[in-house]
């Protein structure tokens, strides 16, 4: 009796050691598990659970001056699937047809895929895939198949702005362009996400944890108006068929501003099809108008005279008597067709075209001012947009190592290079009263959190004097009104003013090719004018004259003014002797 | 949880009584009775109280599940939607190229005006009045667009 009575009281405490010490066990696990081995445990976990994406910043669209897309990125998706879990699901060969069908693919291919390795638990079966087949796919419901969006960039209007935007790579790396040289503001930043995943690896809903967030990338907004773009490559690209050129280019550019409104190349590329035209002309890729610098001829005359009207050295009726040849001082020049000598006034000369008149007039200045005035309209170097390879020009040796036939043939724009926007920009700084404003391609960069960035330009410099712009801007008009070409670019209701160029070409190995460079540059209204249009054709075979760039010039010309609502005036050109 | 029970099964009034409260034995009729009939209605009462709220609790889970069923259901068209227009965007940018636009321009019968003129509202014209013609160059065709063929 008294036995038990002791066993009935050390039960109890029996019980409670037991409950203590497993207790205790427990405690030193725990401690164990979380405190002693956690951040090991963890890491071990995380391996076996959880997995890390990493997730694309989408890149910034590029768009015209009045917001249109040229370059956005739209979601496309990769289709992969397991060829382990579809072998053991059975009935792959069917599942393939079925998959075949919604992607609109061959199922060879598809099955092809499955089969290559059926241990595997990836398999690419289509990239690229657009939201509606995808949904037809999703729509077949197989389990093994997996989803994946990815962003591909396309570019909405085309080969519209297509050699200034430039393109990306297939694997999304900028190539050429904007594209490539604006990379910092359009470039998104990749996020990382973390998500837990059940054994086979598909991602258990709700898990998704992003550890960085992704950021997309600046909005790029140009100078460019799409539909001035569209239409001044359309007329480019009609004519140089037409007329037989191996490639062109039209620059406009607002005067007051320096914005380039259009920059058309032909050939052109379209950033969606790039094999297309680099199967073709490789230097087609970029913008040629800022690449490809080249002797523009007479269209430099212009600047010679403007440059000798702000010296002083020469007014619109200064006479000479122009021969058709000129042998001077080592130098030899002659007009483009024979005449005898003709009493010309600078106005004439321009009109004319005579080379030998600007030479008789250009040497009134010392060489070093003459070098300068071309120097300050921006010719030599490169200009503030800072294209892709954009290129400087060339002044030759300039002041004082010109040798005598240079210095000659820069007066009338031979013997050194420029390039079409340098060409632009000299004209805008004419029309602009004399004040050369930075050539702008870029307007701003917004990005993603609203910040907006201009890119850095120079300020605006004087060249001229604003009564020498204007002289120029007159005996411009009278080019247009006297001219050989007054029928093919006359805009009735406008006062316009032009120069034509007619420029020997290098070969390459220091002497002249056969062909010409023609071009034409002017300005529009000319009684207050607020654009400039350069047109140029290479080696134009069935008009090898300065006429072919004319309808060019007068539709673009046109089309700028009717676009803006420039109000025709009605006022007369002025009527400025040609001859003394 | 004893309020559950509607007679405390320790209580009861029919547990065995001491031997000597049973002697009288004189009015029966004040012994159980009394105590139990109220005991009996609240317990009744709890009871349909907990069936009410059980009830109430029912309809508004099914309530609360249905939303749930309508919220899924709406989110899932909402994403649908925001794919839709997506597509239908990118649709449209394409569609609205400018080559694409002068192409079904031209189709029409249209062509550009390279001579721009005005009417002002008192019916003056500024500019130079002429036809719109064809022009020195085809208006339409040279630039390419692969999206528009693809």
């Not at chain 1, 930043?189 to 998500?195: A, H």
Request: charged content about 20%; glycine content about 10%.
């Amino acid at each position: 009796m008294r036995r038990t009575r002791r066993a009935a009281r050390l039960r109890p405490l029996l019980v409670l050691l037991l409950v203590v010490v497993s207790a205790g066990a427990f405690l030193t696990k725990l401690v164990d598990v979380q405190v002693v081995h956690a951040s090991a445990l963890r890491a071990e976990s995380k391996d076996r659970r959880s997995q890390q994406v990493d997730v694309a910043g989408t890149r910034g669209d590029i768009l015209d001056a009045r917001g249109v897309r040229l370059a956005t990125t739209v979601p496309r998706y990769t289709v992969t699937a397991s060829p382990r879990l579809a072998a053991a699901g059975g009935s792959v060969a069917a599942a393939a047809k079925r998959i075949a069908g919604a992607l609109g693919a061959q199922p060879a291919t598809v099955l092809h895929e499955l089969h290559t390795d059926p241990t595997s638990d990836y398999a690419l079966i289509a990239k690229s895939v657009t939201l509606t087949t995808l949904t037809r796919v999703k729509g077949l419901d197989i389990p093994w198949l997996y989803f994946q969006e990815t962003g591909k960039r396309v570019y909405p209007s085309g080969a519209v702005a297509g050699n200034l935007v430039g393109f990306v790579g297939a694997d999304g790396r900028p190539q050429a362009g904007l594209e490539y040289s604006d990379q910092s503001c359009l470039a998104g930043t990749d996020g990382v996400t973390e998500y837990e995943s059940a054994l086979d690896g598909t991602a258990i809903p709700g898990t998704a944890v992003a550890v960085k967030a992704a950021k997309p990338g600046g909005t790029l907004k140009l100078t460019i108006d799409r539909d001035l773009q569209w239409y001044a490559q359309q007329v480019l690209a009609a004519r140089a068929k037409q007329t037989g050129a191996k490639w062109g280019s039209v620059v406009v550019e607002e005067v007051a501003t320096g914005k380039l409104l259009a920059v058309a190349d032909w050939p052109s590329v379209d950033p969606n099809d790039v094999n297309a035209t680099a199967s073709t002309d490789t230097a087609a890729l970029g913008s040629r108008a800022f690449t490809a610098p080249f002797e523009p001829g007479s269209t430099m005359k212009s600047v010679t005279a403007a440059s000798l009207l702000d010296a002083g050295l020469a007014k619109p009726g200064t006479g000479v008597v122009a021969p058709y040849r000129l042998v001077a001082g080592g130098a030899d020049v002659n007009d483009s067709e024979y005449h005898g000598d003709e009493r010309l006034t600078m106005t004439g000369v321009l009109v004319q075209s005579s080379n030998t008149g600007m030479s008789l007039l250009g040497s009134r200045m010392a060489d070093a001012m003459r070098y300068r005035y071309l120097q300050r309209f921006g010719f030599g170097t490169r200009t503030a947009v800072g294209f892709g390879a954009e290129a400087s020009g060339d002044l030759g040796a300039g002041a004082p190592n010109w040798d005598p036939q240079s210095r000659l043939a820069t007066m009338f724009g031979q013997g050194l290079t420029a390039t079409p926007v340098q060409m632009a920009s000299a004209y805008a700084t004419i029309a602009n009263g004399g004040v050369k404003v930075p050539v702008r391609l870029v307007d701003s960069c917004t990005a993603a959190d609203g910040t907006v960035t201009t890119p850095a330009a120079p300020a605006a410099t004087r060249v001229i004097s604003a009564a020498a712009a204007r002289s120029t801007v007159s005996m411009l008009e009278n080019v247009a009104t006297k001219g050989w070409l007054a029928a093919d670019v006359k805009i009735p209701g406008y006062r316009v003013g032009i120069k034509t160029g007619t420029a020997q070409e290098s070969d390459g190995s220091g002497s002249y090719s056969k062909g010409f460079l023609v071009s034409m540059a002017g300005v529009a209204p000319a009684d207050h004018p607020k654009y400039v249009v350069y047109v140029d054709l290479d080696a134009p075979s069935k008009m090898n004259t300065s006429q072919a760039t004319a309808p060019v010039f007068r539709q673009v010309m046109a089309r700028v003014l009717q676009q803006h609502d420039v109000v025709p005036s009605g006022s007369k050109s002025p009527d400025l002797p040609t001859e003394w | 949880m004893s309020s559950a029970f509607a007679i405390d099964p320790v209580r009861r009034p029919t547990a065995p009584l001491a031997p000597e409260r049973l002697a009288p034995a004189a009015d029966p009729v004040v012994l159980p009775r009394p105590a139990v009939r109220p005991r009996v209605l609240a317990a009744s009462l709890i009871i349909a109280g907990v069936g009410c709220v059980l009830a109430t609790q029912l309809v508004l889970s099914i309530g609360t599940a249905d939303g749930a069923f309508r919220l899924q259901a709406l989110q899932d068209r909402s994403v649908e939607l925001a794919r839709e227009q997506v597509v239908r965007t990118e649709q449209l940018q394409t569609l609205a190229a400018p080559q694409h636009l002068a192409a079904r321009a031209a189709a029409l019968g249209m062509v550009p005006q390279d001579v721009p003129a005005y009417l002002t509202r008192t019916g003056r014209v500024l500019g130079a009045q002429s036809v719109a013609g064809a022009s020195d160059t085809a208006s339409t065709g040279d630039v390419p667009d692969a999206l528009l063929t693809h």
